[in-house]
């Protein structure tokens, strides 16, 4: 049984800072790696997240729409989705097992997991538990390429966060905005700007840092609506379009009309970042079709599915032009077991129709929060709200339950996806393996692990994880111990801890989430940012170069 589990998978080795072109390639991957001499330079890629999107989300999407969805021609194969301990993932490791190579644990943001129960996995050592290891955005940028990162949730959100960070959980949106600031990523865009300013609510910033300056001060153009970053020249751009996330694609128009689209965001960061001679890594996710699904929400579902959609034709169509341009999209689990047929149909569904399923939903106007949104404190308007959403033609028993009703929204979603014969197993995720959408030489086919796809992206731009997360990531105690130096962790500020070296008149000071090393007091940038996992400092290697 375990030769089984193994016998198309690759990257699955997590004790250590794993090489991972020193492990098995998959057949998948194999069976491609002869097209690498075909290549030119430079390599660009694009990856491409819908998140928490089923199969039967975009199937439905593809009704709704009337006609093919661009990612149905890109279509190569399925990825296997199950995290270090579960069978059903997390968006923090699935993103962290994609991003990096590795799975990990549940809440873990780039860092290798201290739990190993799924069958076929090595488990981890004791000392690598929690380690950090390097994504393939770094990787990129220690290639010299352009990178960038899109999202329509908080951009600090879990899989933006495990392309660009490193945390031991996915909530610490202070230590990961930080880190992805002196990642210094060439173009950013989404929500999440709560996250970059000081404050003591919500996600503000408690160390009483400002991010917002940093960036500026590290001369991004920042911009704050479509028109600034459509117009944008500079080739450095940060967006921070929301407080929080950003809006659904079809609640834009009334409520938040002056933010970019998905596809808006993509196609800028594409063509911004196309610039440089030595090629780009893009990551773009289309975070709320997870959210929507959650809230057993078709029409955020259907919304959030097409938005994504449109992105990906954007990037498509560059890399048809280009030749050189890898492009992978791909959900990092299922979400909700949506199905088109429920019990209503389970003796009717042979001579049901299309229009059964799509038309109630093309009623609707609004997702179901974009509707509620709309709703008048003493809901007098409630009748309104719910045509908003496509409940028309309310019966009398359905309109008092709406207005008696604590949880309208659940409400409002359960009543439409019953008038449009629609099921849901669960608010939660699920654990089937994703649809493999991918476009470009050297592109991953068949059923492969979601860590495969880190080792197809990393061999395209060239670049091996393994030797770069222990690059990057050194235990910085036993580093400055080796050079004679006497070590601390500094946690006085238990926002700012700070590794401290000394050593006769030397005195190193190495705050945590930044690039920065400062040697009596004097500012050194170093090759990438440090870590501290909460036990152990990780710092790049060439810190003790510059002692």
């Given at each position: 049984m375990k030769g089984n589990w193994k016998n198309k998978t690759l990257g699955l080795t997590l004790s250590g800072a794993i090489a991972l072109g020193s492990?098995?390639?998959?057949?998948?991957?194999?069976?491609?790696?002869?097209?690498?001499?075909?290549?030119?330079?430079?390599?660009?890629?694009?990856?491409m997240v819908m998140d928490g999107t089923s199969a039967g989300t975009t199937t439905l999407s593809r009704w709704y729409k009337g006609q093919n969805l661009a990612i149905d021609s890109m279509a190569s194969g399925a990825v296997r989705t199950y995290s270090a301990e579960s069978a059903i993932t997390d968006s923090a490791p699935a993103g962290t097992a994609m991003a990096t190579g590795n799975k990990s644990n549940d809440k873990y943001i780039g860092i290798l997991p201290s739990e190993v129960s799924s069958p076929g996995l090595k488990q981890i050592k004791t000392q690598d538990q929690q380690k950090p290891v390097a994504n393939v955005l770094e990787g990129a940028k220690q290639a010299g390429k352009a990178t960038g990162i899109i999202a329509t949730s908080q951009i600090q959100h879990a899989t933006p966060a495990a392309f660009s960070s490193h945390a031991v959980h996915r909530s610490l949106f202070g230590d990961i905005a930080e880190q992805q600031v002196y990642q210094n990523i060439d173009v950013v865009l989404g929500g999440g700007k709560?996250?970059?300013?000081?404050?003591?609510?919500?996600?503000?910033?408690?160390?009483?840092?400002?991010?917002?300056?940093?960036?500026?001060?590290?001369?991004?153009?920042?911009v704050e609506n479509r028109q600034d970053l459509m117009n944008s020249k500079s080739d450095k751009i940060w967006g921070s379009f929301s407080q929080d996330a950003?809006?659904?694609?079809?609640?834009?128009?009334?409520?938040?009309?002056?933010?970019?689209?998905?596809?808006?965001?993509?196609?800028?960061?594409?063509?911004?970042?196309?610039?440089?001679?030595?090629g780009f890594f893009l990551f773009v996710e289309g975070s709320q079709v997870d959210w929507a699904a959650h809230a057993n929400d078709p029409i955020g579902m259907v919304s959030e599915t097409l938005a994504f959609d449109a992105a990906v034709k954007e990037a498509k169509e560059f890399a048809r032009k280009d030749g050189n341009t890898l492009v992978i999209a791909v959900s990092d689990h299922g979400n909700s077991g949506i199905t088109m047929g429920n019990v209503n149909t389970n003796s009717s569904y042979p001579n049901t129709p299309v229009s059964a399923y799509i038309n109630p939903l093309k009623k609707a106007k609004m997702t179901v929060e974009g509707a509620v949104s709309q709703l008048k404190e003493d809901k007098s308007n409630i009748k309104e709200v719910a045509e908003l959403y496509g409940l028309d033609n309310l019966t009398e028993e359905e309109l008092n339950k709406l207005k008696e009703s604590p949880k309208l929204g659940a409400l409002m979603s359960d009543m439409l996806s019953k008038r449009a014969n629609l099921g849901f197993t669960t608010g939660g995720h699920t654990g089937e393996d994703m649809t493999l959408y991918t476009y470009g030489p050297t592109r991953p086919t068949g059923v492969i692990e979601n860590t495969d796809l880190a080792l197809a992206m990393s061999r395209f731009m060239g670049f091996d994880l393994g030797k770069l997360s222990s690059n990057l990531f050194t235990g910085a105690t036993d580093l400055f111990k080796k050079a004679g130096y006497t070590t601390e962790i500094n946690k006085t500020d238990e926002f700012n801890p700070i590794f401290i070296a000394k050593k006769g008149k030397v005195e190193i000071k190495i705050p945590a989430n930044k690039n920065e090393m400062w040697m009596n007091g004097k500012k050194t940038n170093l090759s990438g940012v440090a870590v501290f996992n909460g036990k152990d400092f990780y710092v790049p290697a060439d810190a003790i170069k510059f002692r």
């Open positions: 492990l098995g390639v998959s057949k998948n991957l194999e069976s491609h790696a002869s097209a690498d001499n075909k290549r030119k330079k430079p390599t660009n890629v694009i990856m709560e996250a970059l300013l000081p404050g003591t609510e919500g996600d503000a910033r408690k160390d009483g840092e400002n991010m917002v300056n940093v960036i500026k001060g590290k001369k991004y153009d920042f950003m809006a659904y694609d079809f609640n834009r128009p009334v409520t938040r009309a002056e933010e970019p689209t998905l596809a808006d965001m993509t196609k800028k960061a594409v063509s911004t970042l196309s610039k440089d001679k030595d």
